[in-house]
Structures are given as C-alpha cells and as structure tokens.
C-alpha cells in the first residue's frame, strides 16, 4: 500500500425534491441524466486514478444531493470502479449518505456488502411540521424505519443529521428531537445550524427576516440570535449528556465513531472531489470541477479531461490561513510544532497578536504546545477564526 494517504469525495446530485434550503449543487433530473452522469462519473474515477496511483484511499464519502435515490444497479457499478482502479485501505472509512425512506433494505444490505461501512442519515428534526417547513419528502416514522433497516442491514456505524434555528422551532421541539434520535442509539451525530442562502425557496421566504436578525431588529419567523444561540446550547449540553463527545465545532461522536474522512479535510489531508462542483486539494493546489451537469457529462462521456473549471495553485499565507482556521475547528485544536514541521516558522511569529488577543479575550487556550478554542471561543467561532485570516497577496 502507498504511503501518501488521499480522501476520496463522490458527488451525487440526485434527489426526489429538492429541499427549501437547500444550496447544494443538486436537484431532481431523469433517469437518463443519472446514467449518463454516472458514465461520465466512472470515466472521471478512472482518469484521476492514473495520476493518482501513489496515494492509497483512507476514506470515502458518497454525498449529494441524495446518493440512496441513485438506482441500486448505477450505485453498484460507481463502488466497484472506486475499488478496481484505487489502492482502498482494507480499513477504509466508506461513507454514504442518505435521506429517510430513499432506499430499501435490500439497497442498504447491497451497499454494505460492498464496502460501505458507514450510514449518514439526514433527519433534521422528528417533528412532523419542522419537516414540512424544511420542505422534507419524509416523516419521522419513514426515518426510524430507514434506521432500523440500516441496523438489519449489517450498519454499526450510523451518524445522524439534526438541525436548530428552523422557523417556528423552540426549546421543547428540539428536546424532543434529540432525545427521539437518543432512543436509536447512533453511533455519531451532526448538529447544524439553518442557514438562509442565496437562491435558495428559503431565501426568498425569510431572507428579509435574516437581514433584520443581522441587524439586531425584531423579525417575524426565524429565531432571534439569542434564541438561535439558546437553541444550539441545549443541542451541545443534551448530546453531551448522552455520552457523546464533541470533536468538532458541529460534531460529536462515541468513542472512536469520529469521522476520519471530515477529519481528513480539517487536517488538509489531500482528498480528491469527482462529480459537479467536487472540490480537490492535491500537491496544496485547488482544483473544483465545472458546477453544469450538461456540461460535466459531454466532456466526461467523451473522455475530454480534465473537468474542472477552476485550479488555484494556494500561497503559503492561505495553506497557514486554512492550517488554522481548519485545525482550530476541531476540539482538540492544532499542535504549534505541526505549524513549524509545516511551514518551517514559528506560529507566533506570524499569528503573535491575533493569539495574545483570543487568549487575553479567553476564546482561545493554549497548553503544552496545543492550541484551541475555548468553550466561549468555539460559541463565537466565526470571529475567533476570521482572527487567522492574513492580508491577501
């Protein structure tokens, strides 16, 4: 096996609906789009293959869109190209999302005897009226059923997607999400916050109300940031209490159930992205394929390589930018002797003043060469860590 290690993405863009919120590059299409996508998917797979065959894979993950919606026979053929043309680490993580009632049992035992060694289910909420605002094409039951037959199906480790600031959620409602997902025993659990974007049904619906929150001034649908942050304070306390650990800002996981490939990116293991709008890190130069599926499968179908749109080569101010504010995500924070092993300086004589600042502020601790984000600093996350952005070239 190589020794230079690579996370590997696959972007599925299919879906049943397309969720309100939704800004992924994703949506519904027919099934002749799925088939010649996923053509065009395999010929990408085995392209990259050919340059990439030092790496070994430690991890995969299949997201979307909806991957379980993609027919089980075009699923088959993408997971086994991976294994042909890739050197697949016997312990690979192999991840797969899923939306509740996407797929049926005999999918998800298929895909676990494949590889597929962990389950994403995208939940959001067990309350039936924030799934319908949500615009979600399942109900509560569909997801336990989903989860049961995920277990039935050989998964011992399943992650679950829950979602705080939904219009019209409060306190008891995400109390009851919480302790409904509890019951299923995951092994990892992903918790969220609802983000109003651009072009998005969600943005036309509550956009002006976003501006008004931003603004301090009253709104009439979304929570206020007080509730918002109310909100994300019982999610972090509950799961906590459950016997789970939080590993990443919006992350938590039983013992050993973190996941190695999001992991992977935090850390800026280099990790290939094949499909629209996969994003690859390789050799610290950033290439992000072409975001036009009509586009994507007539030069995929045809072998006319590369299909990406956009390669920028990262200065050494962005690698140290993404070194922290990446690393910092986690709660074990970052080392600063891997800071000087990377880029042969020491932290502090480029981040001195933005470091003695989050210390003396006390949203950032350092310990024996460690440093990381203090409960309050991981709470204001988004200022603590814009602190790491340096003056552009």
């Keep these: 096996m190589p020794d230079k290690k690579l996370g590997l993405y696959i972007h599925i863009p299919f879906c049943m609906k397309k969720c309100l919120y939704c800004d992924f590059c994703s949506g519904v299409y027919g099934p002749e789009?799925?088939?010649d996508y996923v053509k065009a998917l395999t010929n990408e797979l085995r392209y990259q293959s050919e340059r990439l065959y030092d790496y070994s894979v430690a991890s995969i993950y299949i997201g979307g869109g909806t991957p379980t919606w993609l027919e089980e026979k075009l699923m088959d053929r993408v997971i086994k190209t991976v294994f042909k043309y890739y050197n697949?680490?016997?312990?690979?993580?192999?991840?797969?999302?899923?939306?509740?009632?996407?797929?049926?049992?005999?999918?998800?035992?298929?895909?676990?005897?494949?590889?597929?060694?962990?389950?994403?289910?995208g939940l959001q909420s067990s309350n039936e009226e924030e799934l319908r605002t949500l615009g979600r094409v399942?109900?509560?039951?569909?997801?336990?059923?989903?989860f049961e037959a995920a277990r039935r199906s050989g998964f011992d480790n399943i992650s679950v997607d829950i979602m705080t600031g939904i219009p019209g959620q409060n306190p008891l409602s995400l109390k009851k999400t919480l302790s409904d997902v509890f019951l299923m025993k995951p092994e990892h659990i992903s918790c969220y916050s609802l983000i109003i974007e651009e072009g998005t049904p969600?943005?036309?619906?509550?956009g002006e109300d976003d501006e008004k929150r931003k603004r301090g001034e009253p709104q009439e649908f979304l929570p206020s940031e007080d509730e918002e942050y109310e909100l994300g304070k019982t999610a972090q306390n509950m799961i906590k209490a459950a016997?789970?650990?939080?590993y990443e800002i919006s992350n938590y996981a039983k013992l050993g159930k973190a996941c190695l490939h999001n992991v992977g990116y935090w850390k800026r293991t280099p990790y290939l992205g094949v499909g629209i709008s996969?994003?690859?890190?390789?050799?610290?130069?950033?290439?992000?394929?072409t975001r036009d599926?009509?586009?994507?499968?007539?030069?995929?179908?045809?072998?006319?390589?590369?299909?990406?749109?956009?390669a920028e080569a990262l200065s050494e101010k962005k690698r140290m930018e993404e070194f922290m504010f990446l690393g910092l995500r986690m709660t074990e924070g970052i080392l600063e002797n891997d800071f000087y092993e990377t880029f042969g300086v020491l932290l502090d004589s480029v981040y001195m003043l933005p470091v003695e600042r989050l210390l003396s502020e006390k949203l950032l601790k350092r310990d024996?060469?460690?440093?990381?984000?203090?409960?309050?600093?991981?709470?204001?996350?988004?200022?603590?860590?814009?602190?790491?952005?340096?003056?552009?070239?």
């Design 293 to 310: 599926i009509n586009e994507y499968i007539r030069k995929g179908i045809s072998s006319n390589f590369p299909l990406y749109n956009e």
């Design 88 to 121: 697949v680490e016997p312990a690979a993580e192999i991840t797969m999302e899923m939306n509740p009632a996407t797929a049926s049992e005999s999918q998800l035992f298929s895909y676990h005897t494949l590889g597929v060694n962990r389950l994403s289910i």
């Design 33 to 35: 789009i799925r088939k």
């Design 138 to 146: 399942h109900s509560f039951k569909d997801f336990l059923r989903s």
């Design 243 to 246: 016997g789970f650990s939080q």
């Design 278 to 289: 996969a994003a690859s890190l390789i050799d610290e130069i950033r290439y992000t394929n």
């Design 202 to 206: 969600f943005h036309d619906m509550y």
């Design 368 to 393: 024996r060469g460690r440093l990381f984000l203090t409960e309050l600093g991981a709470d204001l996350s988004n200022y603590a860590l814009s602190m790491f952005l340096l003056d552009k070239d």
